[in-house]
């Protein structure tokens, strides 16, 4: 038995998602700018897609540019604009626990001369609205905070955030990528004027992902080429993969109380479970979590070689990000918590999903004590094992 823990690196596609896709990578594998009819079957497809995600998110459908994924909706935010020439205000402000793809985006404005501003965040993973205020100066353009944080489930004060954008006129940018499909989003409500999401973290498939881009924005290219996406994202539409972005949005708000709930209460009776064992912490705040995810730290046992060992028995989950997987570095989310190093090392992401069953949780509760337990017999971090115990 194969028991799948990891739905926030990445999620299997849908069959109802696949269904609607399939025709248009066969029969209606139409250009969406033909003006013949099979470029007007793909066109009006990409515009049903565009009024579904438009729909989950609470946005008008001309507000939506499809991209290639989340980085790239990141990077479209985040050097749309801030990059234009014309921008005269050079600084940005985001937190500590970004996602690479707009940690690293900053990093690269970084090194073009622009001031960028990492706000820390509580030892529950929470930001404060307030240190956002006191970091932004006249010359700020943008600040960029995530939603729901892809390590430890976090949820960000979105709602009060965006009001203090409006108050001191900067543009926001939000990371929605691990948001959408878990809770509901409504970008007039958050205040955001950019918002990222990614298909394959909602059951569409990878490489497509859409921004939301407020009516009036003035957003700079990063690519160059043909008029499409109104000028904002050159190039031919991913025709398929859009559509399968739409079906999934379409579920995603189907099914979005119910889903959340389910997982929830799987989730929280995973982590119960687990927490009974000696040595297990939360990691980050256990109430304004995404309702999916467990972040646990697993004293004195190699995050790592727990990955691997866990695997062969058949339970698959992540330590730290994914990204940083094979890399010897701890996660900057859980160091920027307050983990030491090798508290960061030794913790776990479990992520539940739609196809996530009781019967997996209650295997991967019984198959996880016991390999923790070799583990920590096992591991050079042991020195304190009787004190574990
Ligand atoms: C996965 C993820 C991304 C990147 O999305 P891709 O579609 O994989 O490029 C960005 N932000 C967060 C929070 C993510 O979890």
């Known amino acids: ?7 926030n690196s990445t ?9 609607a896709m399939l025709p248009y990578l066969a029969e209606n594998f139409g250009n969406a700018n033909s003006i013949h009819s099979s470029g007007q079957r793909a066109r ?15 946005a008008k459908a001309a ?25 005269p205000r050079k600084h940005v402000v985001t937190t500590a626990i970004e996602h690479h793809a707009v940690l690293n985006t900053a990093q690269a404005l970084e090194k073009q001369g ?7 965040v509580s030892r529950e993973g929470i930001v404060d609205p307030e240190d956002l205020r006191e970091a932004i100066r006249p010359e700020t353009v943008l600040l960029s905070v995530m939603l729901a944080n892809n390590e430890i489930g976090t949820i960000q004060p979105i709602e009060e955030i965006g009001r203090i954008a409006a108050e001191e006129d900067v543009y926001f940018h939000c990371d929605a990528v691990q948001a959408a499909g878990k809770m509901a989003i409504d970008v007039r409500k958050l205040g955001v004027d950019l918002l990222s999401i990614s298909g394959h973290k909602l059951y569409a498939p990878k490489g497509v992902g859409a921004l939301f881009v407020k009516a009036g924005t003035e957003l700079g290219p990063m690519f160059f080429g043909g008029h499409h996406e109104r000028d ?5 539409e991913n025709v398929p993969g859009i559509v399968g972005l739409g079906k999934a949005a379409q579920l995603a708000m189907e099914n979005l109380d119910a889903d959340a709930a389910r997982l929830a209460a799987l989730r929280d009776r995973f982590e119960n479970a687990l927490l009974t064992l000696p040595g297990v912490r939360v990691n980050g705040s256990v109430r304004g979590r995404a309702p999916n995810t467990s972040n646990l730290s697993f004293e ?5 070689a727990l990955v691997i060992a866990l695997d062969l028995q058949g339970v698959m989950c ?3 990000a994914a990204c940083s997987s094979g890399a010897v570095e701890p996660s900057h989310v859980l160091t920027a918590i307050g983990l030491t190093p090798d508290q960061a090392r030794s913790s776990l992401r479990f992520s539940l999903g739609r196809p996530t069953t009781e019967q997996e949780i209650d295997e991967a509760i019984r198959i996880i004590p016991p390999v923790v337990e070799r583990l920590r017999a096992l591991s050079p971090l042991n020195v304190g094992a009787s004190a574990v115990r």
């Open 318 to 320: 992540s330590s730290g």
């Open 1 to 7: 038995m194969s028991i799948y823990l990891d739905y």
């Open 63 to 87: 507000e939506i540019v499809f991209t290639c994924g989340g980085t790239e909706a990141d990077n479209l935010a985040i050097f749309g604009i801030v990059n234009p020439c014309d921008q």
């Open 300 to 304: 004195a046992a190699g995050g790592e």
């Open 44 to 58: 009006a497809a990409v515009d049903a897609a565009r009024q579904a995600v438009a729909e989950l998110l609470g």
């Open 114 to 120: 622009v001031d960028v501003t990492y706000v820390p």
């Open 232 to 236: 904002r994202r050159p190039g031919t």
């Open 11 to 19: 999620t299997p596609v849908d069959p109802r998602v696949l269904a």
